[in-house]
């Protein structure tokens, strides 16, 4: 068998990163060319694997300018066995000077679908080949304009008052039903979007609602209208059957504001809560299988 040749890409072989097919098509994926333009993607953090001087493994990892955590692995494709994704892998980890995050993308569904868990399964086997660990799965989904459904009327709605009160809400909520690009929090900014969401997304009041049942607060959720996409960002409550109301009530701001289109990230093993966004009106859009070291 021909050897395995495993190296950064170099700077003006662009085309070179490009010339494996996508083997994912219905992803929504930053093409390199553009990843690089923006500052994301850089040739010494992007790895390739060859054979015979066919491309047979890519991997770019994502460092935003300005960014104050490490890159995370954005795009793996491994169109050899696992083993050589591993060793591109390990290579560029020595490289480095440890392992980085690895956020595997898939499409909606993708276990259902044998032609496309196939394609998935072998970047991750490599991952893990290469001593990243699987933490869990989030789901991506996106709103597009379907009506929303009718409030049950058990609860009103406010803007918060002011930061104080966003940070004691969020401090009494164990944990955030749907939370929206956690990962690039944390890696650009160095921010727990969880326990921190001002510090990610600043202390405008206007952008949070609070639900309340009999005067009480019950919910909190945090819109951003001008990010990648308008999105609910932070949604938590401190009792469950104001969910379904409080995520009609954020989707709608964002609607009224002119939204065509909002997303919202959840933890695949949150049901009740992926249920409720489909019964919203949302549709998932994607699935990350999380990798650490």
């Excluded at 996106?142 to 940070?167: C, Q």
């Amino acid at each position: 068998m021909t050897d395995v040749v495993v190296r950064p890409l170099a700077a003006g072989e662009e085309n070179l990163f490009d010339s494996l097919p996508d083997p994912l098509p219905e992803l929504r994926q930053v093409p390199y060319a553009d990843g690089l333009a923006a500052g994301g993607y850089r040739p010494e953090n992007t790895w390739v694997a060859l054979r015979g001087g066919r491309l047979v493994a890519r991997a770019a990892w994502v460092e935003p300018p300005g960014a104050v955590g490490d890159p995370w692995l954005e795009r793996f494709d491994v169109t050899a066995e696992p083993e050589v994704g591993a060793e591109l892998l390990r290579a560029a980890h020595e490289a480095f000077g440890g392992p980085r995050p690895y956020y595997a993308a898939a499409p909606a569904y993708w276990r259902r679908r044998p032609d496309v868990k196939a394609v998935v399964e072998r970047p991750m086997e490599a991952a893990r080949l290469a001593g990243l660990v699987e933490r869990g799965e989030r789901l991506r989904f996106t709103w597009t304009g379907t009506p929303l459904p009718a409030a049950s009327g058990r609860h009103t709605f406010r803007p918060a008052h002011d930061a104080a009160e966003i940070n004691d809400l969020v401090g009494r909520i164990a944990g955030p039903e749907v939370l929206t690009g956690a990962e690039t929090a944390r890696a650009v900014a160095g921010v727990d979007l969880a326990t921190d969401p001002l510090a990610w997304l600043g202390d405008s009041p206007g952008d949070w609602r609070v639900a309340l049942t009999d005067g009480v607060p019950v919910g909190l959720a945090g819109t951003a209208g001008d990010a990648c996409y308008p999105l609910l960002a932070y949604l938590g409550v401190l009792d469950p059957p104001v969910l379904a109301d409080l995520l009609a009530e954020a989707t709608g701001v964002l609607a009224e504001a002119g939204a065509r289109e909002v997303v919202a990230d959840a933890d695949a093993h949150r049901v009740a809560t992926v249920a409720e966004l489909e019964r919203t009106g949302f549709r998932r859009l994607r699935a990350r299988v999380v990798f650490t070291p």
